[in-house]
């Protein structure tokens, strides 16, 4: 069984994207009463060819690589007690893969942080694939800190968001985000957008055409029951329900334009055991205006 540590872990590479999201995890680390583990990857074993790096110079370049490495760590580590002279820091500089290294980091930690983008041991971090596999395959909580804009300037006002789908996947979500509106003292908008049903049949998509009405008021009593207990536990907060018929992603992706946090499950209703991020979570970690955390069910022993 894997020990959660009292920790939040911050992937760096020096980068603009690298530097927000240590901002972030910082701030976050403080705000929890958590400590902060800053971890760089070298992936030294990169940069040999066939049998080894050929050439007298190599242990130069690893040496280079090396200090590169323990430069970005000490500026991470300058930028995160500025934040807060307090916090407890650690540091690990291990020469190994960005990806599984990560994951591995995972198992021990409250939450995985990582930038938008990368450079050096973390190049095109959050492009494509790369995001979607580190999210999906975490053992914690992730955050994918994304600023307005395709920017590093990360939002620090506005609601925490989240996406209530009605699914036993969104509970876990629906809880880490009622705790992050309380930490911060903010309003929880609980998004919850809904279509009529639809089938693929042999002339492309038809729907099952049912009296809105009769859908709308099921998709009030499944917003209000999923909201209801986590309302209890968190009196403190102000739970702003938006229910309406869309496409969750657009909706959600809307809302991010406003927010400091959107909260998602990693999929949702209709989801498959073991799949990788849901089409709505993968659409918010790409394109989302502000930093994102994808929460995965809890795994079962």
Not at 2 to 17: E, F, L, M, W, Y
């Amino acid at each position: 069984m894997n020990t959660i540590d009292p920790r939040i872990t911050v992937g760096v590479d020096g980068s603009a994207g690298s530097t927000a999201a240590l901002a972030w995890a910082a701030k976050t680390a403080s705000l929890r009463h958590l400590q902060l583990r800053i971890v760089h990857g070298l992936q030294l074993t990169s940069l040999y060819y066939g049998g080894g790096l050929p050439g007298a110079g190599a242990g130069a370049l690893f040496d280079a690589i090396q200090a590169d490495g323990e430069r970005i760590i000490a500026d991470a580590r300058g930028l995160a007690t500025s934040i807060d002279k307090d916090l407890v820091i650690t540091t690990e500089l291990p020469n190994a893969p960005h990806v599984p290294m990560l994951i591995d980091e995972s198992r021990h930690a409250r939450m995985l942080v990582v930038g938008r983008s990368g450079a050096g041991g973390f190049t095109g971090m959050l492009v494509g694939a790369t995001a979607a596999t580190v999210a999906s395959h975490a053992h914690s909580p992730v955050a994918l800190i994304r600023g307005r804009e395709d920017t590093s300037m990360v939002p620090d006002s506005g609601p925490v968001v989240v996406g209530v789908d009605g699914s036993a996947n969104s509970e876990p979500a629906l809880g880490v985000a009622f705790e992050e509106a309380s930490l911060r003292g903010v309003p929880l908008v609980a998004v919850h957008a809904w279509n009529d049903v639809t089938y693929e049949d042999t002339h492309g998509t038809a729907r099952i055409l049912t009296q809105p009405e009769t859908l709308e008021e099921g998709e009030q009593r499944l917003m209000a029951e999923r909201l209801a207990g986590w309302r209890e536990k968190y009196p403190d907060v102000e739970v702003r329900p938006l229910l309406v018929r869309d496409r969750p992603r657009h909706m959600l992706l809307e809302a991010s334009e406003t927010a400091q946090l959107v909260v998602v499950g990693s999929h949702g209703r209709g989801g498959f055991t073991g799949m990788l991020l849901g089409s709505t979570s993968q659409a918010l970690v790409q394109h989302a205006r502000c930093p994102v955390l994808v929460v995965r069910p809890e795994r079962k022993a």
